[in-house]
């Protein structure tokens, strides 16, 4: 186990954790090298490249203007979003980039950042990865100061080229009371141990930093989900992009409260209908630009904060610990997926993003549910089982079309896996750790266009028709 619970989970601006968040975050490390270099002052020139599925669906995902925000510095947990369109149009209308805030930089966008839609990797890359890009800086004679490549891989994720493209950023195995690589092992170190999947992530995590401290922060992120939620749940009008997609979870969430106000008969199907209200309030901010947090991607945010809210609404003596205990158990399995096989659209398809964000909440939910180990590891199991196969074909590039449906949909498959696991008294057949490995082959089988290009599926039908 190498990625910690607040890697995983981690607060950030939509649409895209690979295409926003993980771009913005290469461009701000690479203005950083450039200072720490001592370079920054003879900057004259900085151009920025995108390749393979950055190219292609960079627009619809504001990969363009994450680029230009991480020149300046900004980092996407802390960026506001509403400051976001004047800080760009500051750019576009004086024709220069302030590095880091600090040093103006002439900067011309339809020279200085280029899409290369048909090459997957930059010019003289040693990793291979569809989310590529390059950066380069010159001085006044036009010689090059430094050029960079990175890749974003998933969940706001970046690696330099050459690194290997699992390399995480903060924990490692030696610092660690229970290091552990795949779900048998999850599971037998807890069983040994005589500890839930919960509290053996929280004893890790307590490894880095206070125990008070892991579950402030634990706190922090749910408080900023279930904020992300409401605000869906508060605001109208269409989404930008250019579909004229309506925003529906606040009309959704008034027509269900108004059933209950007439005192209409009582439909046992209702607390499905809020989960599909929460994950749709979700990446309704997310395709907004708004304030969201990897779960494990921006793509898939709406998942785990749906089930996580379902839990504290619909269930009798739910709580705050139900809740530590949801999240905790949640990105345990997340990390198997991210470590052993891809969060990434643009390398897996949508299987590894709304797919394995199912997983997660199966899993989480049986945990805050009071179910056994063997339980959460059968409900994430089949919460994967059953998105096999998925592909990443959003409509324009954008995060809107079947995005957002799809992490309603997401949500209550993994309810229901959750209900099931809970049911079933006499084991499974196929391990959490087989259907990871099965995940991954089929993303590396499944054609390129259907993963996070926009040239197949609904992107490709929709638009000819």
């Known amino acids: 186990m190498k990625t910690s619970f607040f890697d995983l989970f981690k607060p950030g601006i939509g649409p895209s954790s690979s295409h926003t968040m993980g771009p913005m975050r290469a461009a701000r490390t690479f203005a950083l090298e450039l200072e720490h270099a001592g370079m920054l002052p003879r900057v004259r020139r900085i151009a920025a490249e995108l390749y393979g599925s950055l190219a292609l669906t960079?627009?619809?995902?504001?990969?363009?203007?994450?680029?230009?925000?991480?020149?300046?510095?900004?980092?996407?947990?802390?960026?506001?979003?509403?400051?976001?369109?004047?800080?760009?149009?500051?750019?576009?209308g004086s024709g220069t980039l302030r590095l880091l805030g600090k040093c103006a930089v002439p900067f011309v966008m339809a020279t200085d950042l280029r899409f290369f839609m048909d090459t997957m990797l930059p010019p003289n890359a040693t990793s291979q990865h569809p989310n590529g890009m390059r950066f380069v800086a010159e001085d006044d004679a036009g010689a090059v100061l430094l050029a960079a490549t990175y890749f974003s891989i998933g969940g706001g994720f970046i690696v330099h080229d050459g690194e290997d493209l699992n390399a995480t950023p903060m924990m490692t195995t030696a610092t660690l009371p229970f290091p552990f690589a795949s779900a048998e092992e999850l599971l037998a170190m807890a069983?040994?141990?005589?500890?839930?999947?919960?509290?053996?992530?929280?004893?890790?995590?307590?490894?880095?930093?206070?125990?008070?401290?892991?579950?402030?922060?634990?706190?922090?992120?749910?408080?900023?989900?279930?904020?992300?939620?409401?605000?869906?749940?508060?605001?109208?009008?269409?989404?930008?992009?250019?579909?004229?997609?309506?925003?529906?979870?606040?009309?959704?969430?008034?027509?269900?409260?108004?059933?209950?106000?007439?005192?209409?008969?009582?439909?046992?199907?209702?607390?499905l209908d809020w989960v599909t209200v929460y994950a749709m309030a979700v990446n309704e901010e997310n395709a907004a630009g708004g304030r969201v947090v990897t779960a494990p991607?921006?793509?898939?945010?709406?998942?785990?904060?749906?089930?996580?809210?379902?839990?504290?609404?619909?269930?009798?003596?739910?709580?705050?610990?139900?809740?530590?205990?949801?999240?905790?158990?949640?990105?345990?399995?997340?990390?198997?997926?991210?470590?052993?096989?891809?969060?990434?659209?643009?390398?897996?398809?949508?299987?590894?993003?709304?797919?394995?964000?199912?997983?997660?909440?199966?899993?989480?939910?049986?945990?805050?549910?009071?179910?056994?180990?063997?339980?959460v590891e059968h409900a994430a199991e089949i919460g994967m089982e059953h998105n096999l196969g998925m592909t990443c074909d959003p409509i324009g590039g954008l995060v809107q079309i079947p995005c957002i449906e799809r992490n309603a949909m997401g949500a209550v498959k993994a309810v229901q896996a959750c209900r099931i696991s809970m049911h079933e008294a006499d084991g499974h057949k196929v391990s959490l750790d087989q259907v990871i490995r099965t995940m991954y082959l089929t993303g590396l089988d499944m054609q390129s266009r259907y993963k996070e290009t926009s040239l197949a599926g609904l992107a490709l039908n929709i638009i000819e028709c």
Not at 340 to 363: D, K, L, P, Y
């Open 191 to 271: 069983e040994t141990e005589g500890l839930t999947i919960a509290e053996l992530m929280f004893a890790n995590e307590c490894s880095l930093r206070p125990a008070e401290e892991v579950r402030a922060g634990v706190l922090h992120v749910w408080a900023t989900m279930r904020a992300c939620m409401d605000r869906g749940m508060a605001i109208e009008g269409i989404l930008p992009g250019g579909l004229n997609v309506r925003r529906r979870a606040a009309r959704l969430q008034t027509r269900l409260r108004e059933r209950v106000e007439q005192g209409l008969k009582a439909d046992p199907l209702a607390p």
């Open 58 to 92: 960079g627009k619809g995902h504001g990969t363009d203007r994450a680029v230009l925000l991480g020149l300046l510095g900004e980092e996407a947990a802390t960026t506001d979003p509403d400051g976001v369109d004047t800080k760009l149009a500051e750019i576009a």
């Open 297 to 375: 991607t921006n793509g898939a945010a709406g998942v785990v904060p749906a089930v996580g809210r379902y839990y504290l609404d619909f269930i009798e003596d739910a709580g705050e610990d139900g809740i530590v205990r949801y999240l905790l158990t949640a990105a345990a399995i997340g990390v198997l997926y991210k470590e052993n096989a891809s969060i990434s659209g643009a390398e897996v398809g949508c299987q590894g993003e709304v797919g394995v964000a199912c997983s997660m909440a199966a899993g989480g939910l049986v945990a805050a549910l009071g179910g056994t180990n063997n339980q």
